[in-house]
């Protein structure tokens, strides 16, 4: 399953945050797939379109898609050297798809800073520096090795060799492996280190619980907001504190109490949202009297593949996908007369699957 990794500074409400997430917890038994580990917190994903065609449908249960945040504590200034757990805790990066940065923009004085005084720039700049260390040193590797290849003439290694100095080059400023345009072969080449710096990211903007609705108006959060929109990342301001206080309810209790927060949902349902956004991933849709479910796949997924996500039978034995874009279907009202329409299509193991398609699976046994 896909995994997003929180990482911050100690004491910038990572645990609060991951602690929240557990609460609201998905209902585990349905998702078999998703990992049991204390450090691993499976979230449902709040989809508009789940919610319109169980209306349209009105099936017995409606089961949204999920992915995995994994909670990796620990990492401080010199990880890349070792400090504390440094090296471990890089290594758990390396798992994850994506990355959401929590950063502290609340000021309480009886929680200290780490560096004294708040300062979400540097703390971001903190991590990032370990993060790059930790990259520069993958990449210097592979020149020394690569230029050794280079020397029994091969063209490849040259083009490796080339590639490489100019990630290092902006490593060396300070710029994530990430913030480097590649081509598609470049991109290949740079894959295989699996760096740190080149997973989309999120900064999470820890608020406090008296500033939710003010979010945007905290000094903090635009300082992040500038910062974030020169690496074109993106930024969810939220409050742990009061996530995790949300986390406890559910059903009226929760609608009324973020009512008196003045918030339309829990911060949580938007850091959900904006980090599966960031995963790069697309969602279909089941539609059945019994289930109406939302799936997720990756861009450019075929359509056996995407059946394979339901169940490896399905995969094995595709024969052909009936498919209704989501769009269309909710302009007809009903399954049928998209039909009349001429809108419910028939396609094979070609087909690549589109964000939003509602698909039924042909397949033999
Ligand atoms: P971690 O080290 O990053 O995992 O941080 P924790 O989640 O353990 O939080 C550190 C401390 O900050 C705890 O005492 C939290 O209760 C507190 N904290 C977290 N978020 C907030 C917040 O939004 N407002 C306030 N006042 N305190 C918070």
Known sequence: ???????????????TLFNAITQAGAESANYPFCTIDPNVGVVEVPDERLDKLTELVVPNRTVPTAFEFVDIAGLVRGASKGEGLGNKFLAHIREVDAIVHVVRCFEDENITHVDGKINPISDIQTINLELILADLDSVEKKIERSRKNMKGGNKQYAQEVEVLERVKEALYNDMPARSIELSDDEKAIVRDLHLLTLKPVLYAANVSEDGVT??????????????????????????????????????????????????????LD????????????????????????????????????????????????????????????????????????????????????????????????
């Open 214 to 267: 003010e979010a945007d108006s905290n000094p903090f959060v635009q300082q992040v907001r500038e910062f974030a929109a020169a690496e074109n990342a993106e930024v969810v301001p939220i409050s742990a504190k009061v996530e995790a206080e949300i986390a406890e309810l559910e059903g009226e209790d929760k609608a009324m109490f973020l009512e008196e927060l003045g918030l339309d949902a829990s911060g």
């Open 270 to 365: 938007r850091l959900i949202q904006a980090a599966y956004r960031l995963l790069g991933l697309y969602t279909y849709f089941t539609a059945g009297v019994q289930e109406v479910r939302a799936w997720t796949i990756r861009k450019g997924t075929k359509a056996p593949g995407a059946a394979g996500v339901i169940h490896s039978d399905f995969e094995r034995g595709f024969i052909r996908a009936e498919v209704v874009s989501y769009n269309d279907l909710v302009a007809a009202g009903s399954m049928n007369v998209a039909k009349e329409r001429g809108q419910l299509r028939l396609e094979g193991k070609e087909y690549v699957v589109q964000d939003g398609d509602v698909m039924h699976f042909r397949f033999n046994v």
């Open 1 to 15: 399953a896909l995994k997003a990794g929180i990482v911050g500074l100690p004491n910038v409400g990572k645990s």
